[in-house]
């Protein structure tokens, strides 16, 4: 059974930074892409950052260019999220996503997810 | 960014109804819709991708259809566990974008 678990999340202060992880099982880690998707009352879901099988491609949307970084370790079946300069934007519940076996383009849909993790960015 | 608008946003249905939800995007992303339902303490779920297809597990109860910028969930004989929030998500053109959501109650 595919198994997508997230843990880092909390509270913390605009400017501040804070690191997600994500632990997968059930499924041969290093053969999949993995994503960040969150998701807020106002904005809805949002896809946030895509990683490659190997990690030497990594994608973010526009706002959290150069505050985020995605990375993964395959030896550990664990990714991960660090979300530097955070502001009160980027408050979410954030979601551990596989990308799915087909794409076009290099654009995916997500076959799998964590249950998310709430990030809070308050003073 | 290819905007995703769902419709309706809300929708009331008793079990054994079928009932449909669209999804339009704001630019033409050929088949490349996919479909997932959301519940309360579980992980989303994905039903359709690529317009059509079925993901493996997703019963035969759920179809897909559309092209272009207008695309259709069908849900035929409701069952008591399709109740839920529903999303579509573009996967043409990066970034992937998603619609806002269609919540299915029980009437």
């Known amino acids: 059974e595919v198994q997508l678990v997230e843990s880092g999340g909390g509270l913390v202060q605009p400017g501040r930074s804070l690191k997600l992880s994500c632990a997968a099982s059930?499924?041969?880690?290093?053969?999949?892409?993995m994503a960040w998707v969150r998701q807020t009352p106002t904005k809805g879901l949002e896809w946030v950052a895509s990683?490659?099988?190997?990690?030497?491609?990594?994608y973010y949307r526009d706002s959290v260019k150069g505050r985020f970084t995605i990375s993964r370790d395959n030896a550990k079946n664990t990714q991960y999220l660090q979300m530097d300069s955070l502001r009160s934007e980027d408050t979410a519940t954030y979601y551990c996503?596989?990308?799915?076996?087909?794409?076009?383009?290099?654009?995916?849909?997500?076959?799998?997810w964590g249950q998310g993790v709430m990030v809070t960015v308050s003073s | 960014d290819v905007q995703m608008t769902q419709s309706p946003s809300n929708l009331a249905a008793s079990p054994g109804e079928s009932v449909s939800i669209n999804c339009k995007a704001s630019k033409s992303i050929s088949k490349y819709l996919a479909w997932y339902q959301q519940k309360p303490g579980k992980p989303n779920k994905l039903l359709i991708y690529s317009g059509s297809t079925l993901q493996s597990g997703t019963p035969s109860r759920f179809s897909g259809s559309g092209s272009g910028t207008d695309f259709t969930l069908t849900i035929r004989n409701l069952e008591p566990e399709d109740f839920g929030l529903y999303y579509c998500?573009?996967?043409?053109?990066?970034?992937?974008?998603f619609g806002a959501g269609t919540k299915l109650e029980l009437k």
């Open positions: 996503a596989r990308h799915g076996v087909t794409t076009v383009r290099g654009v995916y849909y997500f076959d799998y």
């Open positions: 059930g499924f041969t880690f290093s053969n999949y892409g």
């Open positions: 998500q573009q996967h043409n053109e990066n970034p992937p974008t």
């Open positions: 990683i490659s099988t190997g990690g030497g491609n990594t």
